[in-house]
């Protein structure tokens, strides 16, 4: 089987897992996130995408501002 390619581990866990979470992930005129913050946000919105019945290589249509909120949904949806 083949593997699948998770965005999120490749740009978040790589920070986050070593102990770098506090590194800045997103900057904006709204508010900086962390990357810690971003994957705790990226988990939550993944993790309510699963109870909605989502599954891997399944679409997500997101409709939001390019915002920082923007980016958990887009990180979840690679999952």
Known sequence: MTELFNASEYV???HVT???G???ALTGAARDVTCAELDNQVMHTA???HRLGLQP???VLTFTAD???LRP???ANSS
């Open 47 to 49: 993790s309510a995408l």
């Open 12 to 14: 978040l866990d790589r």
């Open 73 to 75: 949904s887009v990180k």
């Open 57 to 59: 290589e399944q679409g």
């Open 22 to 24: 506090a590194r800045l």
């Open 67 to 69: 915002s920082p909120e």
């Open 18 to 20: 070593p102990g770098n």
